[in-house]
Nanobody, 121 residues
């Protein structure tokens, strides 16, 4: 499985940004994908995930209502539309492939290299 993120950058608070994750080599063991982020000094945290079949989504409370996760199975690409960005959203954002069981995401050890998002105040 290969995952390649893109779309990060430097933006101002209140701006929007869209991240993309191009995936290849997805196996039958994978039925969902997720976005994680890791800010300096913090642990990596799950931001949102989406099932590849039905497109069911789930979000961390910190981003609910501001971020939207989506996928285009024909393009093997997952997206994260981020709006109303805040300085605390500053982090490296990682794409992950894994499984969803009844709404809970279990990330597998498939990661992209990450894309940096910096939100200035």
């Amino acid at each position: 499985v290969e995952l390649v993120e893109s779309g990060g950058g430097l933006v101002q608070a209140g701006d929007s940004l869209r991240l993309s994750c191009a995936a290849s080599g997805i196996t039958f063991s994978i039925n969902a994908m997720g976005w994680y982020r890791q800010a300096p000094g913090n642990e990596r945290e799950l931001v949102a995930h989406i099932t590849l079949g039905r497109g069911d989504t789930n979000y961390a409370d910190a981003v609910k209502g501001r971020f939207t996760i989506s996928r285009d199975n024909a393009k093997n690409t997952m997206y994260l539309q981020m709006s109303s960005l805040k300085p605390e959203d500053t982090a490296v954002y990682y794409c992950n492939a894994g499984r969803d069981y009844t709404g809970t995401y279990y990330g597998m050890d498939y990661w992209g290299k990450g894309t940096l998002v910096i939100v200035s105040s």
